[in-house]
């Protein structure tokens, strides 16, 4: 299972925010969670929770899991460029 750390941080225009000094405001409305005024910064977080579920989850029944979690690639891709080709042994990688 991959997914990555970072996230696209975006916010309504007019809103003064700082995202790496704030907290993001959730809510809950209607059946969504949503944030107040800014994007949940949850983008690929929806891949990195399923995989420390997979890994947590001791009722699961699975073959050998392998989590892969990378950086910056909103940005320039480094993460997955600097993985060593022999880290993983698994012969699929699932990008959620």
Do not use: R, Y
Not at 37 to 62: R, Y
Not at 77 to 84: H, I, P, R, T, W
């Amino acid at each position: 299972i991959q997914g990555h750390l970072d996230m696209v941080p975006t916010k309504v225009d007019g809103l003064e925010f700082d995202f790496e000094k704030q907290a993001i405001e959730p809510k809950i409305q209607g059946d969504w969670l949503v944030a107040e005024g800014t994007t949940l910064g949850a983008d690929n977080g929806i891949g990195v929770a399923a995989g420390l579920a997979l890994l947590a989850d001791k009722s699961f029944k699975h073959p050998t899991l392998e989590c892969l979690f990378t950086v910056n690639e909103e940005t320039n891709m480094e993460g997955a460029q600097k993985l060593k080709a022999n880290l993983l042994q698994s012969a699929v990688l699932i990008n959620v």
